[in-house]
């Protein structure tokens, strides 16, 4: 009797609906509620890109950070994602129309924010606002890196300043912020967007539930930091299914 392929069916982390995995479809979407479930920089780039140029690919951690627990999940990290640091980085294009993207890969230590992750991220607008290009960033990330200490958090100014220098160009930055964002990604670059969009259902946020619950000693609404309540109270422009994505990022750039 022959074997029976394990992981036939999927389950969905938002609606909890099962269904057969091939009806997750090429953008890897749930059928039902339209969740966007994780993928890694790859995909996303080969979904967005009609053409992609890596930059500073070979940029990674300093030799300072030595501890070896770390230096260890590191190395599972990239052998993983095939990166050197948590977010790629390039120039691509759609159609004709060419523009700075970063994609961070969950993968990589949860998307976390490095040092070597902030300064790829800065070269890319320093080198966009140069070049008179647009820049799109995908966010996915548990927030600032912990085992880099000051460093780490040091990177959310950095960014921050290569953000508003680009922007004083009059130069458009389109934030797309996917499941999760949250920590001191959100409490930075991922909310500057001059349009700032998201996947439905996205976990966004800055500290976690359980950490908000002892701090005020309430339990917040269920859905507070998903997409559709930071749509409803200001804080997005817009929720864009995935397999929509790359139309609504094309018509967004034809305006920079």
């Known amino acids: 009797m022959d074997k029976i392929p394990d992981n036939l069916w999927v389950k969905c982390p938002f609606c909890k609906a099962s269904f057969y995995r091939k009806k997750l479809g090429k953008y890897y979407e749930c059928p039902e509620c339209s969740f966007g479930f994780r993928i890694g920089h790859e995909k996303r780039i080969s979904l967005i890109c009609d053409e992609f140029t890596p930059i500073n690919a070979d940029l990674k951690t300093s030799s300072r950070f030595d501890d070896e627990k770390y230096l260890s999940k590191l190395d599972k990290s990239r052998k993983i994602t095939g990166l050197n640091e948590g977010v790629q980085t390039g120039i691509g294009k759609i159609g004709q129309r060419s523009f700075g993207i970063a994609v961070m890969d969950w993968r990589f230590i949860m998307g976390s924010l490095g040092t070597a992750t902030g300064e790829k991220l800065t070269r890319l607008f320093e080198k966009c ?94 859905d507070f930091q998903r997409a559709e309540t930071l749509l409803k109270n200001g804080f997005l422009d817009a929720i864009v299914k995935r397999s929509e994505m790359k139309s609504t990022l094309a018509k967004l750039l034809a305006w920079n």
């Open 129 to 222: 606002t140069d070049e008179n290009l647009p820049v799109v960033v995908f966010s996915a990330s548990g927030g600032a890196r912990m085992q880099e200490g000051i460093h780490s958090l040091m990177q959310m100014a950095k960014v921050s300043q290569a953000v508003a220098d680009h922007s004083k160009k009059g130069l458009l930055y389109i934030s797309v912020l996917t499941d999760p964002t949250t920590g001191g990604v959100t409490a930075s670059f991922a909310m500057e967007g001059d349009i700032n969009i998201s996947e439905p259902h996205t976990l966004i946020g800055f500290a976690g539930r359980r950490v908000i619950e002892k701090t005020i000693q309430q339990r917040p609404p269920k």
